[in-house]
């Protein structure tokens, strides 16, 4: 029988009502019986308003242990959450609503306003940030909305109201009812493509119940345990597992927790002065982790056990390492075995593709599939363990030479002295051919002239670099991942 990841959360909520479920990152808590019982009561809110089984939800509640609530509550429903991030340009969220076609929006009073009311919407937009209206965000669409929090101006006059909801008894079999299928869409999240051609990925409630699991068994948690997180597929993983999800905040309220278990993302890890003796367990992801950023994770938590996960938005999860074993690969960045469950194979070009029971549904609008291409091209070692050699969209071809960065940017960054490195080709407009650029940021004792003396001992011959170019710091994308088109721009100035 296949999973369902909302009907775990529920089951957990009602092992322990009492227990602290989330705390948020102003020092809100919500117990498990708390959590279980305003879900409950949303989704019977939303019911009666006429949200049906399928519809879409877009979904822009800002992170806290209410923002969970709402999203249980709407999958409880049988709605499918829409997540299209409304804080982009408008004329990319109008091209993903173009593809999702929601039937609903649900989001923060306080963003209907500043959306809307005259006055906030100038005030924001002084400030650089473009917001749609979200009372009609696509005209034509025909939208329904509710909001969270108290009412504000802006807020659409017929608006499903989704706080102090009175609506009787929740006792008995019905309080736990979930309606939809597991293998229907419970969330649509948008990853890529182009305003013209957006690209979103289709997950179900058993898909993400089975990559939950996976993590589960990598990433243990037992009641008593805090894991600190911002990211769904760990902080669930926490309630299911009866631990409390801590969720961040600002001004150190990280350390004032109890914290046990700790995800980060391998860029923000910089930010970070100390962490609590109590961590056990701390996860890297959502981006390559360099050997810098593993190394200070060691250092941060010398007692906990320091892992850098491989995935993709379709496939979570497909691979763990230990920060020691990806520090002893020598050529390429060791990603780790596949995890249990996970079905890998490769095309001729050594492109990873990946299958499985935690494998998204599809593509939305595209016929479902039963595995996916990750884009990475991989090896496996000897020892039966995936090693990336680089991106497909990111190989560099130089004189007939095909050149993989991460084949060569893992070494380079372990060099005294340098914090990261990458490498990007620059095309020659009339003929094609690449000048290979490496880029560096410096840290402390970084000597340029080491570091190139080091290079042909690290580097193939025919992928040593043309240029050497030291930046103060490497452009990311919105997602947290290095914008290898904007650091190509900003090597080829």
């Given amino acids: ?13 009602e092992r322990t009502p009492r227990a602290a479920a989330i705390v948020g990152g102003r020092g809100q808590e919500l117990t498990f019986g708390d959590l279980r019982e305003r879900a409950l009561r949303i989704r019977d809110r939303l019911a009666g308003a006429g949200l049906a089984p399928g519809d879409g939800v877009l979904y822009a509640v800002e992170p806290s242990p209410e923002a969970i609530a709402v999203a249980l509550g709407v999958v409880a429903a049988g709605g499918v959450l829409v997540l299209a991030d409304p804080g982009l340009a408008p004329e990319i969220l109008q091209a993903r609503l173009r593809l999702a076609r929601p039937r609903w929006v649900v989001a923060g009073a306080l963003l209907y306003a500043i959306t809307s009311v005259g006055p906030l919407r100038a005030l924001v937009r002084r400030r650089g940030v473009l917001l749609p209206d979200l009372r009609d965000p696509l005209p034509g669409l025909g939208l329904r909305h509710a909001y969270t929090g108290r009412w504000l101006p802006g807020v659409p006059k017929d608006a499903v109201r989704l706080r102090d909801l009175r609506l009787g008894d929740l006792e008995g079999a019905a309080a736990t009812e979930v309606r939809g299928d597991v293998d229907d869409p419970a969330a649509v999240i948008f990853t890529s493509g182009t305003t013209a051609h957006p690209r979103a990925v289709v997950h179900t409630r058993a898909s993400l119940a089975a990559g939950l699991e996976i993590f589960r068994d990598h990433f243990p948690v037992e009641p008593g345990d805090v894991v600190h997180t911002d990211g769904l597929m760990l902080g669930l993983p926490a309630l299911i597992g009866g631990g409390t999800w801590s969720m961040p905040g600002r001004g150190g309220v990280l350390f004032s927790r109890r914290v046990t278990h700790l995800y980060c993302v391998p860029v923000e890890l910089a930010g970070i002065d100390r962490l609590p003796d109590s961590v056990r367990h701390l996860m890297l992801g959502s981006a390559p982790a360099p050997p810098a950023v593993l190394r200070r994770a060691i250092a941060l938590a010398p007692g906990a056990e320091v892992l850098s996960v491989y995935a993709m938005t379709e496939a979570l999860p497909i691979a763990l390492a230990g920060a020691a074993e990806k520090l002893d690969c020598a050529e390429g960045d060791l990603l780790g075995a596949p995890l249990p469950g996970v079905g890998v194979r490769f095309a001729d070009d050594q492109e990873l593709i990946v299958s499985g029971p935690h494998l998204a549904r599809g593509y939305l609008g595209e016929p479902p599939h039963t595995e996916v291409a990750t884009g990475d091209l991989v090896r496996l070692d000897d020892q039966g363990r995936l090693v990336l050699l680089g991106r497909k969209k990111d190989m560099i071809l130089r004189d007939g030479f095909n050149i993989y960065p991460s084949l060569y940017e893992p070494a380079v960054a372990a060099l005294p002295g340098v914090a990261d490195a990458a490498i990007v080709g620059l095309a020659d407009p009339v003929t094609g051919d690449e000048e290979v650029v490496l880029a560096l940021v ?11 003396a080091r290079l042909p001992a690290l580097v ?16 990311y994308s919105s997602r947290r991942k290095l914008d290898r088109a904007a650091l190509r721009a900003a090597v080829g100035r």
Avoid: I, K, N, T
């Avoid at 670099?465 to 490497?474: C, G, I, K, Q, S």
């Fill in 1 to 13: 029988m296949r999973s369902d990841l909302l009907a775990q959360v529920l089951a957990a909520c």
């Fill in 442 to 452: 410096p840290g402390d004792g970084f000597q340029e002239q080491a570091v190139r």
């Fill in 460 to 475: 193939d011959a025919g992928a040593l670099p043309d240029r050497v170019v030291v930046l103060a710091e490497f452009p």
